[in-house]
């Protein structure tokens, strides 16, 4: 939707979509149906009626289930008795097995477990297309001095290239704790009514390590409806990561007033000023790190449910992971275009260091400063 | 969206709709022509392609503008380039003066303005409602007599219609600072590209008051573009309400456990278990109430603005005070439906309380501890 | 202590020392005896007794206290537990008076309206004197030209009286905010363990009402125990006063990149570069702007309270609301310190303005741009 | 201090006093010293005259430390001050080399990398008190059936067991994240003014292995100066912990709801009422889980630094990662005492579900629904 625009992509977008989202959920139950078919829980016949049922979109409205979603709290509710009404209209015997001994957070929360999975990919995409650039670039400014800032007051001397490889650690550290994060939530949620898969007695085990291999999601110690900690430190990782971004877009943001103009990032224009060009790029880096602390917090609130499901924080979780994802999805295709498209100026980065000689006392000259700049850039870039 | 079904309303959903958010810019730079070609700063005809050309959407493509915005880092941008091509195809000489001496942000915030104020007719109206049931509540309530919980544990008695007045008197507070605050969000954002109505010369003040005039909204002393205080406070006021509604939804649910039943909302069902009746209204508003602080912070986070107009804060606002509003709007009809439609169950009140004689001090009974309980409901009643 | 330094002030230290925490509750429980002796309520020995006691800190033990807060969940019941045995010393027969009919909340939340009120003294204080610095900076400057600048890029020329007119108007806008919001917060808490005001019969609100007298607070229609939308009102207003702060020192730590050079703050030094001037005053405010939307959420998670006394959220209110107002006093001060002693570089800004004509096209000069600035300006210092 | 009594322990607040806060700077200005003379950077006399002034608090006033910190933005600029005029008295040539190439930011963030690496110490003894508290109550009970309830209503049979099973794998998922990230930041700073070792030529990367070494503590490829994602992503650990830690404070206060009465903690006594018993253990746990997600999004909008060292973002870290962890250390040792101390009452648990048979169908008996709940019970207890 407009309103958001800057805050997704366009493939984030259609991972998010309401038919995505349909899918998702439609994808859980199927493959539900078929491993109690498989396991002998319900009659292969029904699995078969209830997974053809369930592998198109066809007959799900999604204007109503949401309007039937704001009156049961959960999506799962509606869409469940609409499958059921489909199933029954072709094999009436078989609709009583529909979501049989499941429950809607089930449902729900291994859907969008596997819709975050897709979103990531798109994200380690990005990510690797990022962090290349940024190498590329500390390489290739290895050796062009620029001013160190410090409170955004001249410093001493530094690199661009160590100026990079800071910038290349700093995602790749990042990346490392999202994707180890991502790994944490790619698990199942699979417990019934109250976590004890209480409809399926000894079978209740197999099923759900059936389930998770079917949906190639990591099968838990058990289904965790009560505990929002591993979308809360998913979340906390797009945040970190998001920030790093955000800093990146400070920095370059900063390096590109005129005044300055030691890079230009690629940039957009102005509904108002033809001579203009703005770092849009920056900008949608910049207002997405405004946006995640929030959605973080969120999250953090959230971990506090009650019992074995709770009232509330379970029905705002999901709303804030994805839109998480989004923005961090928006942040690094911005920022993606940014270093893959930025100018860098090496005159004008020595043109301004000299311009400080007069401030800088004599004894804090390049060649007394930039000893280990090189060495510090060469161990920034094996990843920190 | 699915996703995100529970943090609105049909009718939010609606007001903010890529339809509707394009016809409020397009209303924006239609009230612009006009009153410019009023004031001789266009010419007339141009005026009236223009007006023409923006009073319907047809020709502007929602997902075209939402993938442009994220080029150009604003919505403006490509809307106007398409207004620009509307205007041309019918009346090439008055294209030059679509969006004449106004900047992206003067359009994007009063269009933006002007659906925060349609949102706030729906919110009044359902605070209306709640209030007015609350009252009633606590008025049919007056002398029922039950437990008043502190820490979660039994204190002294207190009456149902002391509390519930006390809720009435929560959300009234809170309602009339969100309308003063709306008030105040509603002005025009008018000041062309620096803020200073640079293309108008000594017809740029009187041009704004036109523009608010035509819009029906007050005029500032000056354009706001580097200023978030207005949008952060209302959020602010938006967040206080639906945190007490909030407050009123723990309360409800707490006492609809069935092991102490003193009320029931009317609620949703659930999708594995047909004996349970779940308090979905409460859910709904508890799910909101963990929204909105995020939402705050973001809004205040975004009060650091660079100069006369900011990279990144002001890219992240409207985002986060639609969803506030929507999610406001959740919140209220939900509540709205539990107040109306609650159950009271006065004896259970009194076999509570009854059942705590034994810790509590019979010198503590409701004889000795009423006497000022009905004084202050008539105190709370009258809105505090 | 230490470790927050830069987040509170000398002043406001004292303020929320242990000392006056102490005294400000023993204030409470002074009047409160001295109230209910001339209402009868208690025998006038017993309330002069309990005046007499509470008039000092001596015999009330910080350290201990706050151990044993930690025990009972609230510092009240140590604090009246010293009381009563400071009593029971000299008058034995007064000790079952002390703290006679009121709750723990009653006394913890009075005696923090009452620092906070304090506080808002010292904060308007250097309110008025930032307001008047920045109104004369505006006039001084009232025709001095310069770059305004969109997105961290050059666009028109504005003045910086203008400018200046701008942060004046903002935080004039916050002040009447903050201060509106002070005013409803200065309300006396009173109401007995449910807010009943149970142990006094038909004396109970006269009891209220004198005490809030007596306190110079504001009587409320009755007790607001399980409300905090009061407290989150307040400290949301100091969240948009800090950040409107934080948007006026990002605005002078630009402005004073040596590239750009057009403003300086007296600014401190370092420890490693003796050549440099750092923004230090900026940095605290920026500092203090990132600190107030975490304190902000705090407060608006804390709206869910249950029933008569919440279980948690009440007891992280006051800390964040201490916390809240100590940074932005700490803002402010600082804030206050910049603008009474910024540099104000007028050729600066010519200069660069003159250097962008060659990107800013020749019919966006000055002379045509700068018609109602000046009107605008005025418009401003009005008060907006 | 008192007003924020509860967000703490007094051992916490032992580690980060004043005096422990100055002892841990003067531990690297010290450590400094010596590995610099080691490596013949400076005299070997002058390392032993400031490793001796440094090894005492003799002479630093914390008072006014604190004041001057505000003046300059950092406490180090004092320190080093009083430090060298320290060392000058005795030594006079030897106070040039005290903090020689090194900045304040060096000096700042390593001591409190070091503080936060002792405070960890006492989390992790209670956490493996807690967990150990929780396994043992999860065996004990493993066959006590009771209630399991969803969105506050009851659902279907589980055990204690499971239930105490589940905590304490959440406790310690959360646990293993904490300690990660807490060896994660356990990493030197120390890069001097701009990150480059500028001072030391091709003798910086040893010296800040060997300053590493004697600081035990990691050494990163490059100084960190400019990046916050170690510190964000750790109170993001403590907020996931402390949330996790919230839910089980809300579980036990609703199941000692005396209307429900299944468990009781220990808890505190009441102001008002003595024949209350509050659990004052839970509210601590959740002011802490209503702080923490504020202090983590001050974390997270921190991470958009400027530059080589930032302004104002760098300036408020600390003190939110000590408020966070004080606030966590005060939770876990809340939630401690619960755990060690908890009642548990099967009797009661089992009445309220035979309570609630007349509403749960007899098909969902624990005879049929409690197959699986043993063997979840104890692959929950392996650790997740």
Redesign the interface.
């Known amino acids: 939707?407009?309103?958001?625009?800057?805050?997704t992509?366009?493939e984030m977008n259609e991972v998010?979509?309401?038919i995505s989202?349909?899918e998702s959920m439609l994808g859980v139950e199927a493959a539900l149906a078929r491993a109690q078919a498989t396991l002998g829980i319900i009659p292969p016949p029904a699995g078969e009626s209830i997974a053809a049922a369930a592998a198109t979109v066809e007959g799900f409205d999604?204007a109503v289930?949401?309007?039937d979603?704001?009156?049961?709290?959960?999506?799962?509710?509606p869409l469940?008795d609409a499958l059921r009404a489909k199933v029954r209209a072709v094999a009436p015997s078989a609709s009583e097995f529909v979501?049989f001994?499941?429950?809607?957070q089930d449902?729900v929360d291994t859907a969008?477990v596997r819709l975050i999975a897709r979103a990531c990919v798109l994200l380690r995409r990005d990510h690797e297309a990022l962090a290349a650039s940024l190498r590329d670039l500390s390489d290739r400014h290895a050796s062009d001095v620029m001013l160190?800032?410090?409170?955004?007051?001249?410093?001493?001397?530094?690199t661009f290239g160590?100026?990079a490889?800071?910038w290349f650690?700093?995602v790749t550290?990042?990346w490392n704790?999202l994707d180890a994060s991502r790994a944490e939530l790619s698990v199942l949620q699979f417990g019934?009514?109250?976590?004890?898969?209480?409809a399926?007695?000894?079978r209740?085990?197999p099923l759900a390590d059936a389930l998770a291999e079917a949906l190639e999601l990591s099968a838990?110690?058990?289904s965790w409806?009560?505990?929002?900690?591993?979308p809360?430190?998913f979340v906390?990782?797009c945040?970190?990561y998001v920030?790093?971004l955000?800093?990146i877009?400070?920095?370059i943001?900063?390096l590109?007033?005129?005044?300055?103009a030691e890079v230009a990032e690629p940039g957009?224009?102005?509904?108002?000023?033809?001579?203009?060009?703005?770092?849009?790029g920056?900008?949608?880096?910049?207002?997405?790190?405004?946006?995640?602390?929030?959605?973080?917090?969120?999250l953090?609130?959230?971990?506090?449910?009650?019992?074995?499901?709770?009232?509330?924080?379970w029905?705002?979780q999901?709303?804030?992971v994805?839109?998480a994802v989004q923005t961090t999805g928006?942040s690094l295709s911005?920022m993606r275009g940014v270093a893959e498209g930025l100018t860098v100026h090496p005159d004008r980065m020595r043109a301004?260091l000299d311009?400080?000689r007069t401030?800088?006392?004599s004894s804090?000259g390049p060649a007394?400063?930039?000893?280990?700049?090189e060495?510090?850039r060469r161990?920034?870039l094996?990843g920190?």
């Open positions: 939707v407009i309103y958001n625009a800057l805050a992509t366009d998010f979509s309401d989202v349909i999604a289930l949401a309007r979603a704001r009156q049961s709290g959960t999506m799962a509710i469940v979501h001994g499941a429950t809607s449902i969008f160190g800032r410090t409170l955004l007051q001249p410093a001493l001397p530094i160590l100026k490889a800071g650690a700093g550290r990042c704790r019934g009514p109250v976590g004890t898969l209480s399926f007695g000894d209740g085990l838990p110690a058990a409806h009560g505990y929002g900690d591993r809360a430190h906390a990782a945040g970190t920030g790093t955000g800093k877009a400070r920095d943001s900063l590109m007033q005129p005044e300055i957009g224009g102005s509904s108002s000023m033809p001579h203009k060009r703005n770092p849009s920056c900008a949608i880096a910049l207002a997405a790190a405004g946006r995640l602390p929030g959605l973080v917090s969120t953090m609130s959230g971990l506090v449910q009650e019992h074995e499901r709770s009232l509330g924080a029905h705002a999901w709303t804030a994805v839109d928006s911005a301004n311009a400080t401030t800088i006392p804090a007394d400063h930039l000893g280990a700049a060495a510090l161990r920034l094996k920190d």
